[in-house]
């Protein structure tokens, strides 16, 4: 299979598509890995303009694409004793890595891809959800027939194997029966929790920080930033005691300034 075999096989499975040059992660044009399509010509398109990346490596972008990938890494930890030892405390079947689309990186370890069915929401995008094993839905992966410094993504089973995402790797992204310290971040307002203040307004005592709440939430799904300022101030009008436009202002550039430093961490891509 050549590599835009590679390339039709992904985009038919609703993923989108970005190039990064040969024997590299990171597509440096202005945009990134977002420079991604989940149609052939859209993307021969862009290539046109940007001859470099032609024969470059292939990776797809999680956060547009109906796609979760379970990263275990192999070198420096050892994911996969990590995963094994989680799958036998939580009574799951360890064959269950063979029933879907599984990759092998260039340093040896696992990428299990799983896809995300119609109206279901993402698994959390997780690093370290369990020591060497990350849940990655909202960042890049470099995927076969990619190569870095003479080593090469393959496929371990074949593409037609993807399976639905299972219950299970939600449960791993939540923290389920996991040796994750009590000291990670969890989020303190739920989904519910946002879309009652979207329809009520900030509670007084809790304005600030149910406007953090919300704006980090609007940013991490992709809206745009006007969007969100407008979205904040129509919920704060609607609020009992109002936020003065200054201390509204602050919220937004704080969760705004807070979102990029996080996205910045995530062009990582994983490991390998």
Known sequence: MNRWEHVRQYQQAGAYVFMAL????????????HNSFSNGDELEQWITQYQAYRF?????????????????DKHGQNGMASILAWFKSHNVNPDTLQDTYVEQTPTGGLH???LI?????KPKHIINAIKGVDVLSNTAVMTAPSTMNGGQYRQITPFDKIKPVPTWVYDLANGLGTDRPNNVYRAK???ADRWKMTINGFETGERNNQAMSLAGY????DVTPQDIYDIMQSVN????EPLPDHELNTVYMSARSREEKKRARMNDYGRD
């Open 22 to 33: 040969p024997n590299q992660k990171h597509n440096g044009i202005a945009g990134g890995f």
């Open 189 to 191: 307002y739920s989904l």
């Open 112 to 114: 299990a891809f799983y």
């Open 218 to 221: 609007l940013f991490a799904i």
């Open 117 to 121: 069915p119609s109206g279901q929401d």
């Open 56 to 72: 470059g490596n292939i990776g797809i972008d999680l956060s547009k694409s109906n796609l979760v990938v379970v990263d275990i």
């Open 237 to 240: 009008e609607r609020s009992n």
